[in-house]
């Protein structure tokens, strides 16, 4: 579980960056920026440190999936802002 966490955390380090960069290439009142935003502080959020003791064998698990979470979502903000060629996502022409 200790290597899954790691390498979701190195994800969000990478994809971080670039969807704030994208984001703050939109308007202030723009939604797809606002929410942006929202999804990239709640990203920093699950990256910090708990304080708090691990209530449940399971924890661990929860936390990969919450980060995990987190990865799909940047990288939903960062098609919604413009990145990638979203037409071509899905492998599809």
């Not at 939109?26 to 304080?51: F, N, Q, T």
Request: proline share 8%.
């Amino acid at each position: 579980m200790d290597s899954l966490t790691q390498a979701l955390r190195g994800m969000l380090m990478l994809l971080l960056p670039e969807v704030t960069s994208a984001a703050d290439r939109h308007p202030k009142g723009d939604m797809p920026r606002i929410c942006a935003l929202v999804g990239i502080e709640e990203a920093w959020r699950r990256l910090r440190p708990r304080s708090v003791p691990a209530a449940s064998p399971c924890e661990p698990l929860r936390h990969a999936q919450r980060l995990a979470r987190s990865v799909m979502a940047l990288t939903d903000h960062y098609v919604n802002l413009g990145g990638l060629d979203s037409a071509n996502l899905g492998g599809q022409a």
